[in-house]
């Protein structure tokens, strides 16, 4: 496969490029057909308004419509991955070696954490994973909602609020909404196979997927979707001594997926709906490798060294049920259940516990994690006419919310002390790469939340309309707190519109973020400790300054410009501020010698370190998003222009001091220190633009997208000469379509120029084996060949 990628890249990139200019330039071009069709601009939203025919050519903060065609000219099977090649404000770097994040990797909106960001299906809230990511990924201490459990299959249009939203949904919309609306048709469907494989040789995938819709009698209607596929490790890791041990890049991955989204009509005015998913995710992913000389392993067992491995199963499921009904005076009323669950498992395979000498099992089963949403929702929405030239429309409501964690011990032996000394006199308990949950940190944690909101929107004139929101939310664990939101657009001509919001949020600290518990290994400048993540009340916590958790409260500040200039051109400019005070961080790796002294003392023998969450950051994020469109109807066929592209800046206002309680064990202790503060506000890139265009023509249909990548920089912990800014890249992803009849034949490649990032010049200890930077916005496996065939009815 390889071969044959070699052999079409370049010709494939020249036509397509070819292909894709040459209608620019065409002067005898049919009459444009309208904007609001060339751009979905009348496509009536159902994200950030309560108004039921409010457009987004109408919309008073910015909301972009993912089509399903736009997905899956990105050429990816993965939401996530889609939504990061078609939005400029969402970045989803691909992390390896880190754990758990190797199979649940989080995105992130305008540069803030994943769990910022509130994701809705048909408009209801979506649980978040089980996981926690603890390691040195972008996202570190987030447990953010899984996208790429949702198979795109099942897909009608993603909807992407970039506006605080948290007094009309609650908790977690400070940096948006993403809303997945799913296909709900009662005909019609799909079905498309794909197969795809990286220009170095590895990386081989291949995916199945389909839909279909339904009639259910003569009142009822149902949809389904599945998706399922399967892909192969690849490696970029670099040969030491002639030869490759590591193993650094993707995972291996085994995934299918299922949703329904169906209706019944039970009366005229009542409606009984429901949707749900679910998934399993199959990842075996590796750790660092244990060379045969390293004090960790037992040369009787692998006299060569070894490379543990992780091997995850995330099970993932959803289902809402509801009844929907409008009176005879207008009043439209939803009452719903929704139900969602997350399970995350971790069994450890090629490895040991160096403490149980040369009798330790090579795998082992390390313990899970669980996370349970239910959720009641009751919402009212009525438009109500006081003579004014269009009526008002008012929508309130409550909900009641009930969350589960649950953390599982592994088996005993994956967390034992032996008693075992290495050969350096140090005992290292626990299964090497990821110790299991001891029974010390299982449990079972939960909370209950309730909320009442209140939301009036109008348009008081011709050119002027209007909204204001509040939201009043009681939380069992840690208190109430109350935001709101004002907005407003202006359109000064049908050409020219300026919209702006004002608006306050918060996101309730996780019961992940509270109440995980763990020991593994982490790599802090190249040397290996076994580090304790300890939830906020634990004594070792408690000792080292922890408090208990409290929500983070936002301030939204948007801007913007929309302009129509001329048929089927579109612009928007939106400039945004973004204060979050109180941000929930994992702390740094407390590892001095001090505090190793204290938790060896006080009951964590052989442990190098102690971390917790804590509320320690204020942080302002500032930044501009630019989308443009332009179609155009040619004598060779239609031929679409996108051009997007988003500054973000971030940057830390206040971070507070140590607690007297760490300082009395280590008064140089450095609680959020230079690696944090670097991947808050330097390790996201802080631009990102691209140029995408479509042109149909016959038969044919040739996409195309440059992106150029800004640069990201990586503080040392304590070097700052150490430091690197890895440079800005573009990368190019072609695809050509022929249709034939209703079949669809795909060729495409993914970055077709083969760009890799900046290597970095940091030394994993003394051996520069792993070439580069894992928060590398489009990775680090190169070139991405693919084919695909369709057929739809």
Request: aromatic fraction near 10%; avoid cysteine; proline fraction near 5%.
């Given at each position: 496969?390889?071969?044959?990628?070699?052999?079409?890249?370049?010709?494939?990139?020249?036509?397509?490029?070819?292909?894709?200019?040459?209608?620019?330039?065409?002067?005898?071009?049919?009459?444009?057909?309208?904007?609001?069709?060339?751009?979905?601009?009348?496509?009536?939203?159902?994200?950030?308004?309560?108004?039921?025919?409010?457009?987004?050519?109408?919309?008073?903060?910015?909301?972009?419509?993912?089509?399903?065609?736009?997905?899956?000219?990105?050429?990816?099977?993965?939401?996530?991955?889609?939504?990061?090649?078609?939005?400029?404000?969402?970045?989803?770097?691909?992390?390896?070696?880190?754990?758990?994040?190797?199979?649940?990797?989080?995105?992130?909106?305008?540069?803030?954490?994943?769990?910022?960001?509130?994701?809705?299906?048909?408009?209801?809230?979506?649980?978040?994973?089980?996981?926690?990511?603890?390691?040195g990924s972008q996202g570190r201490g987030s447990s953010p909602?899984?996208?790429?459990?949702?198979?795109?299959?099942?897909?009608?249009?993603?909807?992407?609020?970039?506006?605080?939203?948290?007094?009309?949904?609650?908790?977690?919309?400070?940096?948006?909404?993403?809303?997945?609306?799913?296909?709900?048709?009662?005909?019609?469907?799909?079905?498309?196979?794909?197969?795809?494989?990286?220009?170095?040789?590895?990386?081989?995938?291949?995916?199945?997927?389909?839909?279909?819709?339904?009639?259910?009698?003569?009142?009822?209607?149902?949809?389904?979707?599945?998706?399922?596929?399967?892909?192969?490790?690849?490696?970029?890791?670099?040969?030491?001594?002639?030869?490759?041990?590591?193993?650094?890049?993707?995972?291996?991955?085994?995934?299918?997926?299922?949703?329904?989204?169906?209706?019944?009509?039970?009366?005229?005015?009542?409606?009984?709906?429901?949707?749900?998913?679910?998934?399993?995710?199959?990842?075996?992913?590796?750790?660092?490798?244990?060379?045969?000389?390293?004090?960790?392993?037992?040369?009787?067992?692998?006299?060569?060294?070894?490379?543990?491995?992780?091997?995850?199963?995330?099970?993932?499921?959803?289902?809402?049920?509801?009844?929907?009904?409008?009176?005879?005076?207008?009043?439209?009323?939803?009452?719903?259940?929704?139900?969602?669950?997350?399970?995350?498992?971790?069994?450890?395979?090629?490895?040991?516990?160096?403490?149980?000498?040369?009798?330790?099992?090579?795998?082992?089963?390390?313990?899970?994690?669980?996370?349970?949403?239910?959720?009641?929702?009751?919402?009212?929405?009525?438009?109500?006419?006081?003579?004014?030239?269009?009526?008002?429309?008012?929508?309130?409501?409550?909900?009641?919310?009930?969350?589960?964690?649950?953390?599982?011990?592994?088996?005993?032996?994956?967390?034992?002390?032996?008693?075992?000394?290495?050969?350096?006199?140090?005992?290292?308990?626990?299964?090497?790469?990821?110790?299991?949950?001891?029974?010390?940190?299982?449990?079972?944690?939960?909370?209950?939340?309730?909320?009442?909101?209140?939301?009036?929107?109008?348009?008081?004139?011709?050119?002027?309309?209007?909204?204001?929101?509040?939201?009043?939310?009681?939380?069992?664990?840690?208190?109430?707190?109350?935001?709101?939101?004002?907005?407003?657009?202006?359109?000064?001509?049908?050409?020219?519109?300026?919209?702006?919001?004002?608006?306050?949020?918060?996101?309730?600290?996780?019961?992940?973020?509270?109440?995980?518990?763990?020991?593994?290994?982490?790599?802090?400048?190249?040397?290996?400790?076994?580090?304790?993540?300890?939830?906020?009340?634990?004594?070792?916590?408690?000792?080292?300054?922890?408090?208990?958790?409290?929500?983070?409260?936002?301030?939204?500040?948007?801007?913007?410009?929309?302009?129509?200039?001329?048929?089927?051109?579109?612009?928007?400019?939106?400039?945004?501020?973004?204060?979050?005070?109180?941000?929930?961080?994992?702390?740094?790796?407390?590892?001095?010698?001090?505090?190793?002294?204290?938790?060896?003392?006080?009951?964590?023998?052989?442990?190098?370190?102690?971390?917790?969450?804590?509320?320690?950051?204020?942080?302002?994020?500032?930044?501009?998003?630019?989308?443009?469109?332009?179609?155009?109807?040619?004598?060779?066929?239609?031929?679409?222009?996108?051009?997007?592209?988003?500054?973000?800046?971030?940057?830390?206002e206040h971070i507070a001091p140590n607690p007297a309680r760490?300082?009395?064990?280590?008064?140089?202790?450095?609680?959020?220190?230079?690696?944090?503060?670097?991947?808050?506000?330097?390790?996201?890139?802080?631009?990102?633009?691209?140029?995408?265009?479509?042109?149909?023509?016959?038969?044919?249909?040739?996409?195309?997208?440059?992106?150029?990548?800004?640069?990201?920089?990586?503080?040392?912990?304590?070097?700052?000469?150490?430091?690197?800014?890895?440079?800005?890249?573009?990368?190019?992803?072609?695809?050509?379509?022929?249709?034939?009849?209703?079949?669809?034949?795909?060729?495409?490649?993914?970055?077709?120029?083969?760009?890799?990032?900046?290597?970095?010049?940091?030394?994993?200890?003394?051996?520069?084996?792993?070439?580069?930077?894992?928060?590398?916005?489009?990775?680090?496996?190169?070139?991405?060949?693919?084919?695909?065939?369709?057929?739809?009815?």
């Open positions: 496969m390889s071969v044959v990628f070699r052999a079409v890249r370049r010709p494939l990139a020249l036509a397509l490029l070819a292909a894709l200019t040459a209608p620019a330039y065409a002067q005898d071009a049919a009459p444009a057909e309208p904007a609001a069709e060339a751009h979905n601009l009348d496509q009536v939203i159902v994200t950030g308004t309560r108004v039921s025919d409010r457009t987004v050519a109408e919309s008073s903060a910015p909301i972009d419509i993912i089509t399903p065609e736009a997905l899956e000219a990105t050429g990816t099977v993965e939401l996530a991955t889609a939504l990061a090649r078609a939005l400029p404000s969402l970045n989803f770097p691909r992390p390896a070696i880190t754990d758990g994040t190797d199979a649940v990797r989080p995105a992130q909106l305008r540069g803030l954490a994943p769990d910022q960001v509130l994701v809705l299906v048909n408009g209801k809230r979506r649980h978040t994973t089980a996981l926690i990511n603890l390691n909602v899984d996208l790429n459990a949702i198979p795109i299959a099942s897909i009608e249009r993603v909807e992407v609020l970039r506006d605080g939203a948290s007094a009309q949904y609650g908790s977690d919309a400070i940096a948006g909404v993403v809303n997945v609306v799913l296909k709900g048709s009662d005909h019609g469907g799909s079905i498309a196979a794909r197969y795809g494989q990286y220009s170095a040789g590895d990386g081989e995938q291949y995916q199945l997927s389909g839909d279909a819709g339904f009639k259910l009698g003569d009142n009822g209607k149902l949809h389904l979707a599945a998706q399922g596929g399967h892909q192969d490790q690849t490696n970029r890791a670099r040969p030491f001594q002639g030869v490759v041990e590591q193993r650094y890049g993707d995972p291996e991955i085994d995934q299918g997926a299922l949703s329904y989204n169906g209706e019944y009509n039970l009366a005229d005015y009542l409606t009984l709906y429901s949707f749900g998913s679910y998934s399993k995710r199959d990842v075996l992913s590796n750790g660092y490798f244990r060379f045969a000389a390293d004090p960790r392993n037992i040369p009787s067992i692998y006299p060569n060294g070894f490379l543990p491995q992780i091997h995850n199963i995330s099970k993932d499921r959803a289902a809402v049920v509801g009844l929907r009904s409008e009176t005879a005076g207008g009043t439209q009323i939803d009452l719903s259940y929704n139900y969602g669950h997350n399970e995350l498992s971790f069994d450890i395979e090629n490895t040991l516990n160096r403490s149980l000498g040369p009798t330790s099992p090579t795998q082992f089963y390390a313990g899970a994690l669980e996370v349970t949403q239910h959720v009641l929702n009751l919402d009212f929405a009525k438009p109500v006419d006081f003579g004014w030239q269009y009526p008002v429309t008012f929508a309130w409501g409550a909900e009641w919310r009930g969350e589960e964690f649950t953390q599982h011990a592994g088996e005993p032996l994956s967390y034992a002390n032996g008693g075992v000394a290495a050969p350096n006199g140090q005992i290292i308990p626990g299964a090497q790469v990821f110790s299991g949950f001891r029974a010390s940190d299982a449990g079972d944690f939960d909370r209950h939340s309730y909320s009442l909101y209140l939301d009036v929107e109008a348009d008081l004139t011709d050119k002027f309309s209007a909204g204001i929101a509040a939201r009043f939310e009681s939380y069992s664990d840690f208190g109430d707190t109350t935001s709101g939101k004002l907005s407003a657009r202006y359109a000064f001509t049908d050409k020219v519109a300026l919209r702006a919001t004002a608006s306050t949020g918060f996101r309730a600290p996780s019961l992940q973020q509270q109440f995980f518990q763990s020991i593994a290994t982490n790599f802090i400048s190249g040397v290996p400790y076994e580090i304790g993540t300890f939830r906020v009340d634990n004594p070792a916590a408690v000792a080292l300054g922890s408090e208990s958790l409290k929500a983070e409260e936002s301030t939204n500040y948007s801007l913007g410009l929309v302009l129509q200039p001329r048929e089927g051109l579109y612009i928007t400019v939106d400039a945004y501020q973004i204060k979050v005070d109180d941000r929930i961080l994992l702390s740094e790796n407390l590892t001095s010698t001090a505090v190793r002294n204290y938790l060896q003392a006080n009951g964590y023998p052989g442990i190098g370190g102690g971390r917790y969450f804590t509320n320690a950051v204020d942080t302002k994020t500032q930044g501009v998003d630019l989308i443009a469109t332009q179609a155009w109807e040619l004598a060779s066929g239609k031929f679409d222009l996108t051009l997007g592209y988003n500054y973000s800046k971030t940057e830390i760490l300082t009395a064990i280590d008064p140089a202790a450095v609680r959020i220190g230079r690696t944090e503060i670097g991947r808050i506000t330097k390790g996201a890139p802080k631009d990102k633009f691209f140029l995408a265009g479509d042109w149909d023509t016959g038969n044919w249909s040739f996409n195309a997208t440059a992106t150029r990548y800004g640069e990201f920089t990586e503080l040392h912990a304590t070097n700052p000469a150490l430091d690197q800014t890895f440079s800005a890249k573009w990368t190019l992803d072609l695809a050509a379509t022929y249709h034939l009849g209703s079949w669809d034949f795909t060729l495409g490649g993914d970055n077709v120029l083969d760009e890799y990032p900046d290597e970095s010049k940091l030394v994993l200890g003394t051996r520069n084996y792993l070439p580069y930077n894992t928060a590398s916005p489009f990775g680090f496996n190169g070139a991405f060949v693919y084919v695909k065939a369709g057929y739809k009815w």
